[in-house]
């Protein structure tokens, strides 16, 4: 298997979208691009799960395409 330069740049994008949903997990706060800062899980508690479980899908699915196909 070979993979393209392509390739390298959906694995790295997919690693930094799992490292924000790592901070995300581990600080209990979620960017909020309406205000501009940080928000509290108890705050935006929608906005804070779309995000853990939006952010897991993609940056699971971006890491692990290259190797699927």
């Known amino acids: 298997m070979d993979l393209t ?8 994008i997919g690693v930094a979208i799992l490292l924000y949903v790592a901070n995300c997990s581990v600080n209990q706060k979620v960017w909020i691009r309406k205000t501009f800062s940080w928000g509290a899980r108890e705050e935006y508690p929608k ?3 779309m995000n853990i479980i939006g952010g897991s899908l993609i940056g699971s699915f971006l890491v692990a395409s290259p190797f699927l196909f």
Not at 5 to 12: A, M, P, S
């Open 5 to 12: 330069t392509l390739d390298y740049i959906r694995i790295l």
């Open 47 to 49: 906005i804070f799960q």
